[in-house]
C-alpha cells in the first residue's frame, strides 16, 4: 500500500484543492493510503475528517516577520516541528504540497528523505515555500501560467466544473432552479458578496452600512458573513448565512460577485465566466492582486484596493457594476482556466509512486 502525504492546511484554500486530489486517486485506486498534514488551529480540522480522510498534525511555526522574543524562539519551534514532521513522513511515497504552514517542513523533510515532491502552487506569483521546493528538486504545477512550471490550473470541486463546461442556455436553466433553492426571484439582480471562509470584516461593515441603498437600487443581496462573525437579521432582499457550503448554487443565482481574490475564489468565478469586483488583501507577496489581475485583464472583473472599498464607493459604483455584470453575462466569456487539474495531479501522483 503506497502512502501518500498531502500538505495542505490553514484555509479551504489550501485545503479543497488538496481534498479534490486525494479524492480523484481514492476513485482511481484502493492502493494508495491519504495522510493530511496540518496544525491543531487550522480549518482542516473539520474539513479533512468530514471528507472522510486523515489527519496527522505537526506544531505550527510560522516563519516571524519582525525581531522579537517570538523571532528568538522561532528556530526551536521550527525544529520541534521538523522533528514531528519526519516521524510522519516516514514510510511516504511522494509528498504533495497545497501550501499553508504545513508546506515548508513538509517539503524540508521530503528532500532531507528523499521523498519525491509534487508541489501545486495556486497563486499568480510562486510562494516562499514553493520557490524552496523547487530549489529542492520538487516538479512545480501551477495554476497561473508560470515560465519554467507546468500549467494544470487548481483543482475545483466538481459541482463547479461541472457548471463551468455548461452552455449559457443550461446555465440559464440552473440560474433558475438555484434561485428557487435560495429563494430568490428569478428576474432579480443578484450580488454575492463573501470574503471566504472566515468572512471580511470591511465587506461586512460596507454592506450593513449600505443595505437600505442597495436594495433600494433593486439589488439582492446574498451575503456570507464568516462562520465566527453575528449573522445579521434577514429581510426581503438580503439573504446572510455565516458560510455558503455550496458554493456552485450560489454563483448559479448571481450575477455580479464582490469577494477576496484568493487563488481558488478567482479561478471559479473567471471559469464561470461571473463578472467580479475583485478587494484583495494585502498580504504574503500580494499574490492576491496578482491573482485578480489575470482575470481582470480579460475582462472579467474589477480591481479594487481594500483601503479604497467603503460606503462612497460602494454608492457611486454599484448599479455600474451590476449592468457591467448583466452585460458580461450575455456577451463575455469565461476565462479559459484548465478544469482537470485534479485529474492530472493525480496523474502526476500516481506516476510518483508506481516510479518510486
Known sequence: MAKVIFAGAGTAGHIEPALAVAREVKATTSDVTALFLGTATGLENTLVPAAGFELALIEKAPFPRRLNAAAFKWPFRFIKTLSQTRSILRGADVVVGFGGYVAAPAYICAWSMRIPVIAHEANAKIGLANRLASKFGARLLTAFPVPGARLVGIPLRKEITALALQDRDSRLILKKSARERIGISSDAKVLLIFGGSLGAQRFNEVIAGNLDFILGSGITVVHAVGSSNE????????????????????????????????AVTVVETGS???????????IGNGEQAANAQYVVDRGGGELLANSQFNAAWLQANISRLMDRALNWSIHGTRVDFPLDAAEVIAHELLVSVNNG
Request: charged share 10%; proline share 12%.
Open 231 to 262: 449573522l445579521p437579521s434577514a429581510r426581503p432582499g438580503y439573504i446572510p448565512m455565516p458560510y455558503i457550503s455550496d458554493m456552485a448554487s450560489a454563483y448559479s443565482a448571481a450575477d455580479l460577485v464582490i469577494s477576496r481574490s484568493g
Open 272 to 282: 464561470l465566466g461571473l463578472y467580479s469586483l475583485y478587494v484583495p488583501l494585502a
